[in-house]
């Protein structure tokens, strides 16, 4: 089995037991690679479970389920999805703006926010994910990269999670988990046993939290971020709020001809609790004290 796994400090949560105690299930195979890299792979088949880019699952809606119980989403401030710039958002128009070469959702919302609610039509240009305004006005920066980002480093920083819920009053849900359809009817039980692995890794980091965070620092040495502050914002239960409000982002960008129609997330029927934690991370970060 292909696995595949965001190498960035939001998804680390999840495949964390698997990777802190070994527990990684027989046979099964870890691909890392930033979203973008993984969304090719899942096109191309070369995946069989993975966390994809939302705006990745109109191309291939008719070939996985989604995981009901899963998601990357956020409320507001996410921290790891900026746009950095050297004018202010309502003066890009015309302007050069880099599309991080990691992202497909956070690109895609990028576009929607400046032509349809700034009224704004930049020039998009594809851009290296490391923060850097060489030969670009504006760049979007997602995921670790973003994390490294000082408040004063830039003249203008805008969190597109924030920009979103202004606009819509909705959350953002940046990834969502997919199983490839013939995998899942070939082998449900091993698909299942990886759902039960993210949810052994969650209640798990309940009772050793502190061990976990310094797992999570010692994974990613290089993110400047407060870790319990970055997770305090991060969701991974794919709860009927964020269903919505994925609904809604693809009525809107496919309007918008952005993205192909998804009439229907395709979830993977007969498996669901309705809750990948119930709010148990939550519960965890929520009262963590550094």
Not at 219 to 227: E, I, N, R, S, T
Not at 269 to 282: I, K, N, Q, R, V
Request: charged share 25%; with cysteine.
């Amino acid at each position: 089995m292909r696995l595949g796994y965001i190498d960035y400090l939001n998804t680390y949560p999840l495949y964390w037991r698997m990777f802190a105690r070994e527990a990684l299930p027989p046979g099964v195979e870890v691909a890392r690679g930033k979203p973008a890299e993984l969304n090719a792979l899942m096109r191309a088949g070369h995946l069989d479970l993975t966390p994809i880019s939302a705006a990745c699952l109109p191309d291939i809606q008719d070939q996985v389920y989604v995981l009901p119980d899963f998601c990357l989403a956020a409320t507001g401030n996410v921290r790891s999805v900026l746009l950095v710039s050297r004018l202010p958002i309502e003066q890009l128009d015309g302007r050069k703006v880099g599309l991080s070469t990691a992202s497909e959702t956070s690109a895609v919302l990028l576009k929607y926010l400046l032509r349809q609610c700034y009224e704004v039509n930049p020039g998009f240009v594809p851009h290296p994910p490391s923060p850097t305004l060489q030969d670009v006005d504006a760049a979007l920066v997602i995921g670790n990269d973003a994390l490294q980002v000082g408040e004063e480093e830039y003249p203008y920083t805008y969190d597109l999670g924030r920009l979103w819920q202004e606009r819509t009053g909705l959350p953002v849900v940046f990834a969502v988990f997919v199983v490839r359809r013939d995998f899942a009817d070939a082998h449900p039980e091993k698909a299942r046993g990886i759902e039960d692995q993210f949810r052994a890794s969650l209640a798990e980091i309940r009772d050793n939290r502190q061990r976990f965070l310094a797992d999570a620092e010692s994974a990613y040495p290089g993110v400047a971020a407060d870790p319990v502050d970055y997770f305090r914002v991060l969701k991974y239960d794919f709860s009927d709020a964020f269903k919505t409000s994925l609904d809604t982002y693809f009525e809107l960008v496919g309007k918008a001809g952005l993205l192909k129609p998804v009439p229907k997330i395709p979830f993977w029927p007969g498996t669901s609790s309705g809750h990948a934690d119930s709010g148990l991370w939550e519960q965890v970060f929520d009262s963590c004290e550094m």
